[in-house]
């Protein structure tokens, strides 16, 4: 689907299909959406965190996903958020119109966690969050970054994620992932006091 970003509400849409030796993805996001999801992935935790994203940002997201899980996560989890990025990209268009700067700071029961972005189109990640365990489930929770650096780079987000407490990983991973998403939902959102206008003095994002 080839992005509309004349305005608001107009066809923001976009759909991505990544195939390597490693994994076969294929993800249609509409940024105009009311937050529906389908997503399979094949990793458990990855797919509830995915829903998170698309309800909290109201971004309607499905994800198809088919990997070496045999070998292990890695390749699922990086590619799906390299394919994830380039979709929210692509529906972004030229980035006509958007409010482009979001944040959130999100409680959840013992932990608490910022997020600011920038959807510059100049990619770049500040992660500083840490984690109590190697492993949530069955995923390494060293994973979760892998997603974000790949997500940000290919979505085109300046994207800073500090995770400022917490001793539940479940709850500081879910928290990152709803902190993005409600930054996301305010980036993308088109700013009707300036909807055909780029939101840069350069007049390009």
């Known amino acids: 689907m080839a992005p509309d970003t004349a305005g608001a509400g107009r066809g923001r849409s976009a759909r991505v299909e990544r195939t390597t030796k490693e994994t076969s993805i294929a993800v249609t996001v509409d940024l105009d959406g009311s937050g529906r999801y389908e997503v399979s992935t094949g990793i458990g935790f990855l797919d509830h965190m995915l829903e998170q994203l698309s309800r909290h940002s109201l971004i309607d997201i499905t994800v198809r996903a088919k990997g070496d899980l045999h070998i292990d996560y890695h390749h699922t989890t990086e590619d799906t958020g390299i394919a994830l990025g380039e979709a929210v990209s692509k529906a972004l268009g030229e980035r006509i119109g958007i409010t482009r700067y979001g944040e959130a700071l999100i409680p959840m029961d013992e932990t608490l966690t910022q997020v600011a972005l920038d959807a510059s189109n100049r990619p770049y990640l500040i992660w500083k969050v840490n984690f109590t365990k190697p492993k949530l489930g069955e995923m390494d929770t060293e994973l979760f970054k892998e997603w974000f650096q790949a997500f ?53 994002l």
């Open 152 to 204: 940000a780079q290919n979505a085109g987000l300046t994207l800073h994620i500090w995770n400022h407490y917490g001793e539940n990983n479940h709850h500081i991973v879910e928290s990152c992932f709803k902190g993005l998403a409600r930054a996301l939902r305010q980036a993308v959102e088109i700013d009707p006091r300036k909807q055909d206008a780029i939101p840069s003095t350069k007049g390009k």
